[in-house]
């Protein structure tokens, strides 16, 4: 027994021995590590690669936008982030209920980031849920065009570019899309769009082809609404009026699966666009918009609408808002007084530019830009020569020829349906004088016949047109001294 405890004993010496030597050796190579150290440590590419996309993740919320309902590869295309980027929130935003479904479930746990959004007004919602930025945190928004493939290092340098110059939105290209950088001017005053093509340029108001954009969150918060359809178009727009810029950078993100491969397909995505493009028009009041190659496409009224303003009750609704006369409406002005002019004249008519439409002629050699009719004077005694005077009613072009209810005047309109016109004023010679014939209205009295005797031609709405010999002497009668000068000057106060 005594030897096994001597055993024993001895065993436990040497484990002591050992663990003090062991000890002794970790204490002295650690305080070699300390007093004489080596090179740095670097981080090995993978796991600075995995710092730089969770910075990413919690810095980026990608949103799809940009896609059919009836056919897509939005399925596809958020498989290829969260493959990329697992953390990261994606956003997939639909007009109405996504119908037919997309081929993944949301509550699956590898997607768990992602949220599909239905717009739709329902009365269960409140203004919270349809709201797109209740589902976006994050400093910056990645808007992805439908079959789109992530780029990791792309979607960094967009990232760093947005960064260096958060004052922009930064765009990239995807597949063998060609990005056409264009400038845009909202004429506001003018209800018109210009568009720009800038070939070699980078920085942009609008940028045309499939791309892939970021901006920074604040700046979308301050636009009245940023997520309508046509997008990006809409986008772009409000941008522009904000004065927000957009950089185009290299590099291409990936091309998805084709979509839209049938020309019944096409023409379904292409009719959408159509109406949706012209319901923001009619919202933001864009009349005519001139496209890159100088085309001028209208989207106001037309010969068989009415016209774009209300009935005038003193000072017309568009001056109030600080606008001219709708372009369109003032393009059917313009046909119609031509029109006019024809007809007068190839009955033998004496007739000659009135006040409004005469000035228009010395300013601009056009058209008055914020009047709501065209002004004709004409001989009363040579009304009877004027068959459509005599008759009225709507003549072969579908002009429509009627006599004021009130006063001794006439009124051509543009059509039965679109109620622009031209006044046609007679004035009656007494003593030298010309006398409006028993009808009042505002600028204008009699004048001295001397003015017409002879008549004048002046360049006016592209054509020659009949007018006083002495046009700035006739207005100033009419308008007060330096009509002209006055007109330049203050404008429409001038007739308003």
């Given at each position: 027994m005594f030897y096994r405890v001597l055993k024993c004993r001895l065993m436990f010496k040497f484990y002591i021995l050992a663990a003090i030597v062991i000890l002794i050796y970790c204490l002295y190579f650690h305080s070699h590590y300390k007093l004489y150290p080596i090179a740095p440590v670097t981080i090995p590419p993978g796991l600075a690669h995995s710092h730089n996309s969770r910075h990413l993740s919690k810095s980026?919320?990608?949103?799809?936008?940009?896609?059919?309902?009836?056919?897509?590869?939005?399925?596809?295309?958020?498989?290829?982030?969260?493959?990329?980027?697992?953390?990261?929130?994606?956003?997939?935003?639909?007009?109405?209920?996504?119908?037919?479904?997309?081929?993944?479930?949301?509550?699956?746990?590898?997607?768990?980031?992602?949220?599909?959004?239905?717009?739709?007004?329902?009365?269960?919602?409140?203004?919270?849920?349809?709201?797109?930025?209740?589902?976006?945190?994050?400093?910056?928004?990645?808007?992805?065009?439908?079959?789109?493939?992530?780029?990791?290092?792309?979607?960094?340098?967009?990232?760093?570019?947005?960064?260096?110059?958060?004052?922009?939105?930064?765009?990239?290209?995807?597949?063998?899309?060609?990005?056409?950088?264009?400038?845009?001017?909202?004429?506001?005053?003018?209800?018109?769009?210009?568009?720009?093509?800038?070939?070699?340029?980078?920085?942009?108001?609008?940028?045309?082809?499939?791309?892939?954009?970021?901006?920074?969150?604040?700046?979308?918060?301050?636009?009245?609404?940023?997520?309508?359809?046509?997008?990006?178009?809409?986008?772009?727009?409000?941008?522009?009026?904000?004065?927000?810029?957009?950089?185009?950078?290299?590099?291409?993100?990936?091309?998805?699966?084709?979509?839209?491969?049938?020309?019944?397909?096409?023409?379904?995505?292409?009719?959408?666009?159509?109406?949706?493009?012209?319901?923001?028009?009619?919202?933001?009041?864009?009349?005519?918009?001139?496209?890159?190659?100088?085309?001028?496409?209208?989207?106001?009224c037309k010969k068989e609408t009415q016209r774009c303003f209300p009935p005038v009750q003193g000072t017309p609704s568009y001056v109030l808002s600080g606008r001219n006369t709708p372009p369109c409406c003032r393009r059917n002005i313009r046909r119609a007084v031509t029109h006019v002019l024809r007809v007068l004249t190839q009955a033998g008519a004496r007739c000659w530019l009135e006040t409004t439409s005469l000035l228009g002629a010395i300013v601009s050699s056009d058209l008055l830009p914020y009047v709501e009719y065209a002004e004709i004077g004409i001989h009363s005694g040579d009304v009877s020569r004027v068959l459509w005077l005599q008759r009225g009613g709507a003549d072969n072009d579908g002009y429509v020829w009627e006599r004021a209810t009130k006063g001794h005047y006439y009124r051509v309109a543009y059509s039965a349906t679109n109620r622009v016109y031209v006044l046609i004023l007679p004035f009656a010679a007494r003593n030298g004088t010309m006398w409006p014939a028993d009808w009042v209205m505002a600028h204008q009295r009699e004048f001295h016949e001397r003015h017409l005797h002879p008549l004048a031609q002046i360049q006016f709405a592209g054509h020659q047109a009949p007018a006083p010999n002495d046009a700035r002497a006739f207005l100033d009668h009419k308008l007060g001294p330096n009509a002209v000068e006055k007109c330049e000057k203050i404008g429409p106060k001038l007739l308003y």
């Open positions: 980026v919320t990608i949103v799809f936008r940009q896609f059919e309902d009836f056919e897509n590869d939005i399925a596809e295309c958020v498989q290829s982030f969260v493959a990329a980027y697992p953390n990261i929130a994606i956003v997939v935003l639909c007009e109405r209920t996504q119908y037919p479904p997309f081929q993944f479930s949301a509550t699956n746990q590898t997607l768990k980031n992602v949220r599909i959004v239905s717009l739709e007004l329902k009365l269960d919602k409140s203004p919270h849920d349809l709201d797109p930025f209740t589902y976006i945190t994050t400093e910056y928004v990645l808007f992805v065009p439908d079959s789109t493939r992530v780029s990791r290092r792309v979607l960094q340098q967009m990232y760093l570019a947005a960064t260096t110059y958060p004052a922009q939105a930064i765009a990239v290209a995807t597949g063998n899309a060609h990005l056409i950088c264009q400038h845009v001017t909202w004429n506001y005053a003018d209800w018109t769009l210009l568009y720009h093509k800038d070939a070699s340029g980078k920085l942009c108001d609008a940028v045309h082809g499939q791309h892939v954009l970021m901006v920074k969150n604040s700046i979308l918060q301050t636009l009245p609404q940023p997520f309508i359809f046509p997008f990006p178009e809409s986008l772009y727009l409000q941008l522009t009026v904000k004065k927000i810029k957009v950089q185009i950078i290299e590099g291409k993100f990936g091309a998805g699966r084709s979509v839209l491969k049938t020309p019944a397909l096409k023409q379904k995505s292409s009719r959408r666009n159509k109406d949706y493009r012209l319901s923001l028009y009619k919202d933001l009041g864009v009349k005519a918009v001139v496209r890159e190659d100088g085309r001028m496409q209208w989207y106001g």
